[in-house]
Every structure is written in structure tokens, then in C-alpha cells.
């Protein structure tokens, strides 16, 4: 193999690893829509809905698209913590995830433009 061609596999690698980084926030969204986060505890469905748990829907949602469903529940946390104007095309859905765990916003919104900070 030439070297050309390694940096030729190299640059798609990358690229690849991004659009699935892309990919697995976007199922993150998908699921919000199905699932928005609700506070600790939830809210509780009127008497006359038709009413699934959160885990349940999802869990369908996700044997749908036949994945696990806690994969489905950590893309949903991670794309909660990320809204779509503060999320870097440029930085892996790992890093994204990551820094996902930091409570306030601010300091998390700030590490992911400035990572060697975290």
C-alpha cells in the first residue's frame, strides 16, 4: 500500500467516524421527539391517554430500528445535554458524551470549544 493511499483511508476513517458521531445524535433527537426529558420522577399521562413508560416506547422504538434500547436511552441523554446550536461537527460523539456528565451548562457548552481545558 502506498502512502498515498493510507492518507487516502485515513481522511474517509475520519470522516465516517464523524457521520456516525452525526448519526447517533440525530437518533438522540428522534427519541427526544418520541420522549422528551421529563424531571426526575416524569410526568404522569391523563387518565384518558393511552399510556406507555418511557422505557417502553423506547424499547419499541428501538427494536424497530433494532438496536438496543439502552444505546437508544444514552444517544437520547447525550442529544438532551447537546441542543443542536452548541454541538461541534468537528468533535466525536465520544467527547460529546463525555463532557455530556458536566451539570452546568456553561462550563460544559465552554469545555467542548475548549477540550485541553477539561
Excluded: C, F
Aim: net charge negative; proline share 5%.
Amino acid at each position: 500500500m502506498t502512502r498515498e493511499r493510507y492518507d487516502e483511508l485515513v481522511a474517509d476513517g475520519l470522516k465516517q467516524i464523524a457521520a456516525q458521531g452525526q448519526i447517533q445524535l440525530r437518533l438522540g433527537d428522534y427519541t427526544l421527539e418520541i420522549e422528551p426529558m421529563n424531571p426526575h420522577g416524569g410526568g404522569q399521562a391523563s387518565p384518558d391517554a393511552d399510556w406507555m413508560s418511557v422505557r417502553d416506547s423506547l424499547a419499541l422504538y428501538a427494536e424497530d430500528l433494532d438496536i438496543t434500547v439502552s444505546t437508544l436511552l444514552d444517544h437520547r441523554w447525550v442529544a438532551s445535554r447537546w441542543p443542536k446550536p452548541h454541538r461541534q461537527d468537528d468533535v466525536s460523539y465520544s467527547v460529546h458524551k463525555a463532557l455530556a456528565a458536566i451539570q452546568d451548562e456553561a462550563e460544559r457548552y465552554a469545555r467542548i470549544l475548549h477540550p485541553a481545558s477539561a
